[in-house]
Every structure is written in C-alpha cells, then in structure tokens.
Nanobody
Framework: QVQLVESGGGLVQAGDSLRLSCVAS????????MGWFRQAPGKERDCVAT????????YYSDSVKGRFTISKDSAKNTVYLQMNSLKPEDTAVYYC????????????????????WGQGTQVTVSS
C-alpha cells in the first residue's frame, strides 16, 4: 500500500522560510516522478513544483520560481520543498503526489498524471 506523509507546514510571517517533507512508502521510489501541489480556499489545486524520477528535471510555477526548490532524497524515500521568501499568497494546503513513470525521466504538471496523493499540510503566511 502506497502512503505519502507530508510534514513541515505551519504558520509563518511573510519573508520566512519553511521546508516541507513528504515520505513515501510502499513503492519503488526510483520509478516515480514527484510533485507538490497547493490549493487555497475557493481556488483550484495548482502545480507548484515537480521533479522527474531521477531528480535531473524540475519544474516550477512562475509564482514560486526563484523562491522554492524541490529535491528528492532516494535514500530516504523523501521529496522536499524548500520555500523561501514566503508571501501571504503562498497560503494554501500543500499536497505531495507521485506519478509512476518508470520509463521516462520527465516532470509532470497535471494532476491527472499522478497516481497517489498525500493528505496535505497547511501553510499559512501572515503579512
């Protein structure tokens, strides 16, 4: 059974940093691309950052480019999202997801490409 467990969310002030973690179990980590999505109240879930299965290819949405960094640690079956210079508009529930793509090393930005999702972690940035 595949499980994704996120942690690291919280309440911070604008300009602060947070690091989200997502530990995956029940899967062969190297066969999966991984992504972070977020959903703010009343809005659709959007892709924030994704990384291909080897970690060589990454994608960032324009709203977080230059501030957020996604990374994978295969030894720990964990994907991270380092978030710096946080803004109030970053406030959302952040979800980790995995996409089974064992034959391609690419990133994926559409929710429909992802097979499993975590439960989400709340990030709140006050002004």
């Amino acid at each position: 059974q595949v499980q994704l467990v996120e942690s690291g969310g919280g309440l911070v002030q604008a300009g602060d940093s947070l690091r989200l973690s997502c530990v995956a179990s029940g899967l062969v980590f190297s066969g999966y691309a991984m992504g972070w999505f977020r959903q703010a109240p009343g809005k659709e879930r959007d892709c924030v950052a994704t990384v291909g299965r080897t970690g060589a290819k990454t994608y960032y949405s324009d709203s977080v480019k230059g501030r957020f960094t996604i990374s994978k640690d295969s030894a720990k079956n964990t994907v991270y999202l380092q978030m710096n210079s946080l803004k109030p508009e970053d406030t959302a529930v952040y979800y980790c997801a995995v996409a089974y793509k064992p034959y391609r090393d690419n990133y994926y930005t559409e929710s429909r490409d992802y097979n499993y999702w975590g439960q989400g972690t709340q990030v709140t940035v006050s002004s």
